[in-house]
């Protein structure tokens, strides 16, 4: 239960400044419909239990079930059964997703019958397969992140000149909805599992860039079919949402379709998992009993979020945009800066995102430093699409091009670990909360006498997706910038046997500090000058010099070590310790730090039991 409380814990966090942001706007908005106030109140009740039981069923479930997968891809062997099974968590998440089949009907209609909805899902989930298993081959083999979404971006920009307006927008409306809620966790939880099975130098950089790719798989191929079939968009007749009436009916209509969904969503994981456990994990009934349980949490969580989202949450925040444009155009965008960040921090994908990263680096990068520079890419991200709303002759293109382009330039100058951690967060800022809330907003701004076209309104989600990425960039090129270059370990000279050696003792502990990353190289260095084993401990710390300060944020983050530990003979000591530093990569990138312990000491230790509060 303890696990439970800390759920509840961090969504309280993340709800409450969404709720009382939205309370003082529909407390000061004249003439909202009855009821609405009511219905949100419950709606954030739902919100609340949903959201911490589909985290809680995501630690129990979805985290084990893709950490498992992913050890079985990285011992594999076969290339086709890699490439195999990561096309399939691919496609199998993206197909059945809530929400994806009547999108691709409203976009058929939309485009009259040239864009079918089975085409379209279909064609979105393949590409979001084959986008999966190219970054599962890219992480085993260890190829640049950046090189990779070079390649994937440049594409997108080269179809992006060849579709008609609107196409792009439409393309990253598409992309929102098929990754949705359970998507993005999932191959969060793949790419850890595989970069920590691989493990090696670039473990903590390997944990991310996997999610911004089945993103990209999802946009190519929307562009692909519109510079295929030429198809354009008609425009709506009107971009004012219908809002619903009462305060229960609207729960009660939305039942039906959402527990299917909800359900359905999670049938191809899990049925794959439980494949892959009969002929090859064979885990214990415990561990499947505690997936299981995981899973069904992980179900109810799901329909309760999504419940509150589209019953309560979309009618208001549609009512809102449409009451304050009625006092100022500019007014909504504005409150659009206000109102993107606390959306965007209830979304579930940006909490698991950013409990990974303290993982991941060991609290190294602070996930307070990412959500919150996420959530200001996400208010930016608002604010320009309803300043396209007050101002219609500000094209959507005057954004998106001159971003995506500078999104790859920055990839090469950010420190690499934040290439994929931004990428990562453009995908889960396009969640279902944030896409569903933003584009209720804007299409309630935009109202029934804009002259906007509809694909035009929905290109909101292009900025939500690019501009997350652009505000982490600079953030990755700032930490980068920032983090001094500290000297080369000069060599150690031996020190006088007398003077090391403990003269009551056969053999001594050497500990070695040494860059995350490189702990591997520095066993396989003294191996060669004597070592026989050594035991490797994780943790943070290093000198003044190599601690980065954010003034502005009050931050001092440490960087993350490993100490490597060695028993050896008491004369064979001085051999290792100086052939670590004649090593040119530990010399140049290691930070290196070699100690000298009394083997009996550090023993004596390591065994002493832990020191009670209460004693």
């Not at 702990?519 to 084993?533: L, Y």
């Amino acid at each position: 239960m303890s696990l439970l409380l800390q759920k509840v814990k961090s969504v309280l966090r993340a709800l409450l400044p969404l709720l009382a942001l939205v309370l003082l706007l529909a407390l000061t908005a004249p003439e909202l419909p009855g009821g609405l106030l009511a219905r949100f109140l419950l709606s954030c009740l739902a919100l609340l239990v949903g959201l911490s039981l589909f985290l809680w069923g995501l630690s129990l479930a979805i985290h084990p079930m893709g950490e498992q997968l992913a050890r079985e891809s990285a011992a594999s062997t076969s290339p086709v059964k890699i490439a195999l099974l990561g096309f399939l968590l691919g496609f199998l998440s993206t197909v059945v997703q809530p929400g994806l089949w009547p999108l691709g009907t409203q976009i058929g209609q939309a485009t009259g019958g040239v864009l079918s909805a089975p085409l379209l899902v279909l064609s979105v989930s393949a590409g979001v397969g084959v986008m999966v298993a190219l970054s599962v081959f890219r992480l085993l083999r260890d190829r640049s992140l950046s090189f990779f979404l070079l390649l994937t971006f440049g594409v997108m920009l080269l179809l992006s000149r060849f579709v008609k307006e609107g196409v792009l927008a439409l393309a990253f409306r598409t992309a929102g909805t098929a990754l949705g809620a359970l998507t993005p966790p999932f191959l969060l939880a793949l790419a850890l599992g595989l970069a920590q099975a691989k493990g090696g130098r670039s473990a903590e950089k390997n944990a991310f860039g996997m999610v911004g790719a089945a993103l990209a798989g999802a946009v190519l191929p929307v562009l692909l079919l519109g510079m295929l079939t030429g198809v354009t968009l008609r425009p709506e007749a009107s971009l004012a949402p219908a809002l619903s009436e009462g305060v229960l009916r609207p729960f009660g209509a939305a039942l039906p379709s959402l527990s299917w969904q909800v359900a359905l969503a999670l049938l191809p994981l899990g049925g794959l998992f439980f494949l892959f456990n009969h002929l090859q994990f064979h885990l214990s009934r415990e561990r499947l009993a505690g997936i299981g349980k995981g899973l069904g949490l992980t179900v109810a969580g799901l329909w309760l979020f999504l419940l509150g989202v589209r019953a309560g949450l979309l009618d208001l925040l549609a009512a809102l945009g449409g009451a304050l444009s009625g006092i100022g155009p500019f007014l909504p965008v504005a409150v659009g800066l206000l109102l993107g960040p606390v959306i965007v921090r209830a979304e579930p994908a940006v909490h698991v995102l950013g409990e990974q990263i303290e993982q991941a680096t060991s609290g190294h990068i602070p996930q307070r430093l990412v959500r919150a520079t996420l959530a200001a890419g996400v208010g930016l991200s608002l604010a320009l699409a309803l300043l396209r709303v007050a101002v219609p002759e500000v094209r959507l293109w005057y954004f998106l091009l001159p971003g995506v382009a500078l999104a790859v330039w920055l990839s090469f100058r950010a420190d690499p670990i934040f290439v994929g951690i931004a990428y990562d967060a453009g995908g889960v800022a396009v969640g279902p909360l944030t896409a569903a809330a933003l584009l209720a907003f804007v299409g309630g701004a935009a109202g029934q006498s804009s002259s906007l076209l509809w694909q035009d309104t929905v290109g909101v989600l292009a900025l939500t997706a690019l501009l997350p990425v652009l505000s982490l960039m600079a953030v990755g090129t700032a930490w980068r910038r920032g983090r001094p270059v500290p000297p080369p370990t000069p060599r150690r000279a031996p020190a006088p046997a007398a003077a090391t050696e403990p003269s009551a003792a056969e053999h001594v502990c050497l500990a070695v500090a040494v860059r995350s990353g490189l702990a591997d190289r520095v066993v396989s260095v003294a191996r060669g000058a004597g070592a026989v084993g050594a035991t490797i401990l994780r943790g943070r710390g290093g000198s003044e010099q190599e601690t980065v300060r954010l003034p502005l944020l009050h931050l001092e983050l440490h960087p993350k070590k490993e100490l490597v530990l060695f028993v050896v003979p008491a004369g064979a000591h001085a051999a290792i310790a100086d052939s670590l530093p004649a090593d040119p990569i530990l010399a140049a990138e290691g930070g290196l730090a070699v100690f000298l312990v009394p083997a009996e000491a550090m023993a004596q230790t390591l065994a002493a039991p832990p020191v009670s509060d209460h004693s």
